[in-house]
């Protein structure tokens, strides 16, 4: 759809306030700290801007202490700078360095080869596969995983927020047809809402902002009405379809419901088409880029697309700099491959 000149400088003004002052985001550390280095908007303008090690710890400093180097032990307690890049903790006589406690801690591979893997990861809008990324990093398959799920993790930042305002909420699930599925492969009385093959998920939609998408145990009433109530505020008008899993609803919110059983998809301001487009991008990129997502690490990939969908209108620096708020969680390798 083509957008007059009002709508989009409104754009770019959303873009810049996903940022800088959008309420989701507010306390972050640094705010706009890659501004003042020259844009990117291509892995080869990226490793100008980070052309050294150097660079990259430099700015990883600025993102998670600022001026003052904090110790991961303790941060009451005074830091002395060592050599070769690392700090010792005053109290717990520990040393650290600027990659400790977050995602690239204990990892072989250079910063900068870190920060491409992140831009290809968020700039992909349908995902970036494990053994793509393998050869565009030069790296082992597995390696290459081992990263993608780490960044995955950092990308939950996105999807811990509130709503307010307009908000569609609708399910899904996510686990194939079984009609689809070899014979020998077919799952009995697995038809319609049974979740013995598929996971149920719950998306959450406010109109002109962002998204939410979370793995529910059932999609009955006691169980939708508790993720909502954690997720949109009281103020917010509900929109969903005739699901009886919504009927608790009207007791907490302003609740209008389109009737899609009678192929009704639109009622006034009830409507949860927007919210049905996300599950499409999400499914196209499942079965289009991973084939395959098992039920242990299907949150990450929820997240992943959460965090993609809600930064759109952010520009590459922006993204990239967004995600790397939330880089002190660290994921271990036996976690990930742990039954």
């Known amino acids: 759809m083509l957008r007059n000149a009002s709508q989009t400088h409104s754009t770019r003004r959303y873009a810049t306030e996903c940022v800088t002052h959008n309420r989701y985001t507010k306390g972050m550390k640094n705010e706009g700290?890659?501004?003042k280095l020259n844009s990117f908007k291509s892995v080869r303008e990226l490793l100008k801007v980070f052309s050294t090690e150097k660079k990259c710890e430099n700015?990883?400093?600025?993102?998670?202490?600022?001026?003052?180097?904090?110790?991961?032990?303790?941060?009451?307690?005074?830091v002395?700078?060592?050599?070769?890049?690392?700090?010792?903790?005053?109290?717990?006589?520990?040393?650290?360095?600027?990659?400790?406690?977050?995602?690239?801690?204990?990892?072989?591979?250079?910063?900068?080869?870190?920060?491409?893997?992140?831009?290809?990861?968020?700039?992909?809008?349908?995902?970036?596969?494990?053994?793509?990324?393998?050869?565009?990093?030069?790296?082992?398959?597995?390696?290459?995983?081992?990263?993608?799920?780490?960044?995955?993790?950092c990308f939950e930042i996105e999807n811990n927020i509130v709503l307010d305002n307009d908000v569609e909420i609708d399910e899904t699930y996510v686990g194939g047809k079984n009609k689809n599925r070899h014979k020998s492969k077919k799952v009995k009385n697995s038809q319609g809402r049974s979740m013995k093959d598929k996971v149920?998920?719950?998306?959450?939609?406010?109109?002109?902002?962002?998204?939410?998408?979370?793995?529910?145990?059932?999609v009955q009433a006691n169980t939708l009405t508790k993720e909502i109530l954690k997720s949109v505020k009281k103020?917010?008008?509900?929109?969903?379809?005739?699901?009886l899993g919504y009927k608790d609803i009207h007791k907490f919110y302003n609740h209008e419901i389109v009737n899609h059983g009678v192929r009704e998809f639109v009622n006034g301001k009830a409507y949860t088409?927007?919210?049905?487009?996300?599950?499409?991008?999400?499914?196209?990129?499942?079965?289009?880029?991973?084939?395959?997502?098992?039920?242990?690490?299907?949150?990450?990939?929820?997240?992943?697309?959460?965090?993609?969908?809600?930064?759109?209108?952010?520009?590459?620096?922006?993204?990239?700099?967004?995600?790397?708020?939330?880089?002190t969680v660290r994921t271990r390798y036996k976690d990930l491959i742990a039954a």
């Not at 993102?63 to 005074?78: E, L």
């Not at 149920?200 to 059932?218: H, P, Q, S």
């Not at 103020?235 to 699901?243: L, V």
Request: with cysteine.
């Open 33 to 35: 700290l890659t501004a």
């Open 59 to 78: 700015f990883l400093k600025k993102m998670r202490w600022g001026d003052k180097v904090v110790s991961p032990y303790d941060n009451t307690a005074k």
């Open 80 to 153: 002395y700078v060592c050599s070769r890049n690392r700090y010792r903790c005053a109290k717990t006589g520990k040393d650290f360095n600027v990659r400790t406690g977050t995602m690239f801690d204990n990892t072989k591979i250079e910063l900068r080869t870190w920060f491409v893997a992140i831009y290809l990861i968020t700039s992909h809008r349908k995902g970036i596969s494990s053994m793509q990324l393998a050869k565009d990093l030069n790296v082992t398959q597995t390696t290459a995983w081992f990263v993608l799920q780490r960044i995955r993790r």
């Open 200 to 218: 149920a998920v719950l998306g959450m939609f406010e109109r002109n902002g962002k998204v939410i998408a979370r793995i529910v145990e059932d």
């Open 235 to 243: 103020s917010a008008n509900i929109y969903t379809d005739e699901w």
């Open 273 to 327: 088409n927007n919210m049905e487009c996300f599950w499409g991008i999400l499914k196209r990129g499942i079965l289009g880029i991973y084939h395959f997502t098992s039920k242990k690490h299907l949150q990450k990939y929820l997240d992943e697309f959460v965090f993609r969908f809600n930064t759109r209108y952010n520009s590459a620096e922006e993204t990239f700099e967004h995600l790397l708020t939330n880089m």
